[in-house]
Each structure stands twice: as C-alpha cells, then as structure tokens.
Nanobody, 122 residues
Framework: VQLKESGGGSVQAGGSLRLSCEAS????????MGWIRQVPGKGREEVAT???????SYAESVKGRFTISQDNARRTLYLEMNNLKPEDTAMYYC?????????????????WGQGTEVTVSS
C-alpha cells in the first residue's frame, strides 16, 4: 500500500486546512484509514479514523473542528481542519490497516505515508 499526503502548511490560529491522502495498492477490500499526528519529542496521537463500515472516531481534542472523509472510490482520504489551534501543530500522517475495524493502538497500523507538516501560529 502506498500513501501520499498533501495539504499541510502554515496558518494562523482560527484558520483552516484540508489534508489529502492518495492511497493505492490495496490487496484487500476491507480497511480502516486514519490520520495520526506527532509533535517532535512527544508520542503519536490518533486524530481521526474512518472504518470500513464508514464509522468515524475523533480525538477529544479535535471533535467538532476536524472532519475525516474519503472519496467514493476510497482512494483519497481527507481531513478537514477548522478553527485550528497552536496545539494542532504537528506532522500529520495518513495510515491504513486491513480489517473491518480500526486498530486499537497506533502501533498496530502497518502502512504510513511520509507525513505533511501543519504549523499553527497564535
């Protein structure tokens, strides 16, 4: 599986960004996709996930501000980020894992993109 993120950048607090992830090379039809972020020196945080059945989950810190979605072909994953805060500054990674449900732990994702950087200034 190949994942390629885009859409990161620098914005002021309160601004918006839309991240995209182009996915290809799936060997199976059932998979979960997600966005995970990491700040240097800190652990990785699962931001949002989209399970094979279409159900979504969000970190408490982004609920009501971020929206995860995908195109009908399930080949492009999006993360719409609104009302951005300085604490959203991180490297954002697109991830995927085969299965009906999303992994419980971040380390269970086998496939990762190269990341796209988001910087939010106050």
């Amino acid at each position: 599986v190949q994942l390629k993120e885009s859409g990161g950048g620098s914005v002021q607090a309160g601004g918006s960004l839309r991240l995209s992830c182009e996915a290809s090379g799936f060997a199976h039809n059932k998979f979960c996709m997600g966005w995970i972020r990491q700040v240097p020196g800190k652990g990785r945080e699962e931001v949002a996930t989209l399970a094979d059945d279409g159900s979504t989950s969000y970190a408490e810190s982004v609920k009501g501000r971020f929206t995860i979605s995908q195109d009908n072909a399930r080949r492009t994953l999006y993360l719409e980020m609104n009302n951005l805060k300085p604490e959203d500054t991180a490297m954002y990674y697109c991830t995927t894992e085969y299965g009906t449900w999303c992994p419980k732990w971040v380390d269970e994702y086998d496939y990762w993109g190269q990341g796209t950087e988001v910087t939010v200034s106050s």
